[in-house]
């Protein structure tokens, strides 16, 4: 009779059964790869709400909060499994060499026999267990803190796109408004020079009019420059592809229309992100300081086993005969002196969450005092804003009339040079403080707990 063909055979279905899953699982496996190497999205013409939408999508902070949500909730779900019941089986099998001999009345004695093998298979289930009752118990307050933590992640993430995002279009506003006063100046180096060459003025006016022409052009190269650095700096924050291009769209008047800002709002610091992670912090650590007064429960658990002996000198008879036996264990465990250990613990427990008050607290001072100064800066940048938006209209008035007045040899050429300066300089203050007023508004957003994601 042949004892080792039925290990045998159930060997090789094993291992048909690990080839066939392997076998089925590659398929998907290699197109997660792929799917995951997969080039990213690129956007056209993007505006605001694009750009932060796609950052809160491809940043790699959101992917690894994400992941991080996902990894928790993997862990109180092998926390809560230590609820159900724990089966177990296990298998042995012995070959004496030399049998143990004993001296018993003066005799030695073999005690045993030459080949043993076992299979024993358990059965335990825990009725109270606090580490099991406390993962029971915060299960909802764990995944709401990482999902909070990716939520503080977003709101980061999308208050500095935003801001990154003005910053490039105000250097991009400078850029254009640096090719508009190249054509202005180029045409008025031509005037410069033709008056020149008919004797109506001199060569300072044709000389003045090539160094304006040449420092306009040279600040157009370096704003052309810093804009590359700041559009990779928004890509960068966005998740973007590097060897891809990216270009925002942006509608001037449509930012105007946004500036505006309910400036009568009071700080709630209950609506920001933050106070919610201190709250789930606190909700946790009093569950904490509950689990350590539990230390003063016993522990109680069930147990049982089957086992299945065999014992035999011949190894072609050994399952032959099996000589089994059970038993059923109730366990209770109470540990009654531990040097004070559960008291310190539990005083601990209580400082910890005194502690957190006191965050809380700070935060809430924190807020109120981010919330003055993002309301002063907003309310400073605006009224710097309506400021320069009046000069722009001024400096293109006073220009107009220099420059006519030039063309009629009223004025000097230096005078029209000058307007110039300044309605350029306005223009771009003008651009400046739009976008730092946009900025602004968002801090006080931020400060209101309004740009929660």
Same mark, same amino acid.
Request: glycine share 4%; aromatic share 10%.
């Given at each position: 009779m042949n004892y080792w063909s039925k290990p045998q055979k159930t060997m090789r279905l094993a291992l048909s059964s690990a080839f066939l899953l392997f076998v089925s699982f590659c398929p998907v496996f290699a197109q997660d790869i792929r799917e995951g190497?997969? !080039?990213?999205?690129? $956007? %056209?013409?993007?505006? $605001? *709400?694009?750009?932060?939408?796609?950052?809160?999508?491809?940043?790699p902070v959101i992917q690894q909060s994400l992941i991080d949500e996902r990894i928790t909730d993997e862990q109180v779900r092998s926390r809560l499994a230590d609820?159900? *019941? %724990?089966?177990?089986?296990?298998?042995? $099998?012995?070959?004496?060499?030399?049998?143990?001999? #004993?001296?018993i009345a003066g005799n030695p004695v073999k005690l045993g026999v030459k080949n043993i093998? #076992?299979?024993?298979?358990?059965? #335990?289930?825990?009725i109270f267990n606090r580490d099991v009752l406390l993962a029971n118990r915060t299960r909802r307050d764990v995944l709401l803190q990482a999902s909070q933590n990716t939520s503080y992640n977003k709101t980061d993430i999308a208050v500095n796109v935003s801001k990154a995002f003005y910053d490039v279009l105000a250097t991009s506003q400078q850029i254009d408004v640096a090719e508009e006063d190249i054509v202005r100046l180029e045409r #008025?180096?031509?005037?410069?020079?033709? %008056?020149? @060459?008919? =004797?109506?003025?001199? @060569?300072? !006016?044709?000389?003045?009019a090539t160094i304006s022409l040449?420092?306009?052009?040279?600040n157009k190269k370096a704003n052309e420059e810093i804009l590359k650095a700041k559009t990779e700096y928004l890509k960068t924050l966005m998740g973007y592809p590097v060897d891809q291009a990216l270009e925002i769209s942006y509608d001037t008047l449509q930012m105007e229309r946004e500036i505006t800002l309910d400036t009568l709002q009071t700080a709630d610091f209950t609506g920001r992100i933050e106070y919610q992670l201190l709250a789930t912090q606190k909700k946790l650590l009093e569950a904490n300081l509950q689990y350590n007064k539990w230390s003063y429960l016993p522990n109680l658990s069930l147990n049982g086993a089957y086992n299945l002996n065999f014992q035999n000198n011949q190894f072609s008879e050994l399952y032959g005969t099996n000589y089994p036996n059970s038993f059923g264990l109730f366990t209770?465990?109470?540990?009654?002196?531990? =040097? =004070?250990?559960?008291?310190?613990?539990t005083r601990q427990a209580e400082w910890q969450i005194k502690r957190v008050d006191w965050d809380i607290k700070g935060l809430q001072m924190n807020v109120n005092s981010e919330y003055a100064t993002a309301l002063a800066n907003y309310k400073g940048n605006l009224t710097n804003l309506l400021a320069q938006k009046e000069n722009v209209d001024l400096a293109r008035e006073v220009y107009d009339v220099l420059q006519l007045q030039y063309k009629s040899g009223i004025k000097t050429y230096l005078e029209v040079v000058t307007s110039e300066t300044d309605l350029r300089l306005a223009r771009i203050s003008y651009y400046n403080a739009l976008y730092q007023v946009l900025a602004s508004k968002i801090d006080v957003q931020r400060a209101l707990g309004q740009m929660n994601y």
């Open positions: 190497t997969k !080039d990213a999205p690129t $956007l %056209q013409n993007a505006t $605001l *709400p694009e750009v932060v939408d796609y950052a809160l999508k491809h940043q609820w159900y *019941p %724990q089966i177990s089986a296990n298998y042995n $099998l012995q070959h004496n060499f030399i049998v143990q001999t #004993s001296i093998s #076992s299979a024993q298979f358990t059965l #335990s289930q825990q #008025s180096l031509r005037d410069a020079e033709n %008056q020149y @060459k008919a =004797g109506v003025a001199d @060569k300072i !006016d044709f000389k003045r040449n420092n306009t052009k040279a209770l465990s109470l540990p009654l002196y531990q =040097g =004070g250990k559960r008291k310190a613990n």
